[in-house]
């Protein structure tokens, strides 16, 4: 089956960095945008970054200049490298590519 699968969420403090991958069959990877999003407790899913298939990336205001978004081809990789993270960057994050998700990997940062 088609599987998106993403890892690299932790329990952090203020001011650390987490590192997200999202892996994705080569079958649905190829010429596809990558989208993370994020859900926080009580608040609907929102769209966090995401990266064309040539390299083009978009943000959401709330991480431009914290967090980056970037794609392996070779390893065919979504990455989220998530800097200065702060308790309101808590939220299960997921990986979506192809209209496939994954099941989430959890983000909570402490003050």
């Known amino acids: 089956q088609v599987q998106v699968v993403e890892s690299g969420g932790g329990f952090v403090q203020a001011g650390a960095s987490l590192t997200l991958t999202c892996t994705a069959p080569i079958t649905i990877f190829s010429i596809s945008r990558g989208y993370w999003y994020r859900q926080a407790p009580g608040k609907k899913r929102e769209l966090v970054a995401s990266i064309g298939d040539r390299g083009g990336t978009e943000y959401a205001q709330s991480v431009k200049g914290r967090f980056t978004i970037s794609r392996d081809n070779d390893k065919r990789t979504f990455g989220l490298l998530m800097n200065s993270l702060q308790p309101e960057d808590t939220g299960t994050y997921y990986c979506?590519?192809?209209?496939?998700w994954g099941q989430g990997t959890q983000v909570t940062v402490s003050s």
């Open positions: 979506s590519v192809r209209n496939l």
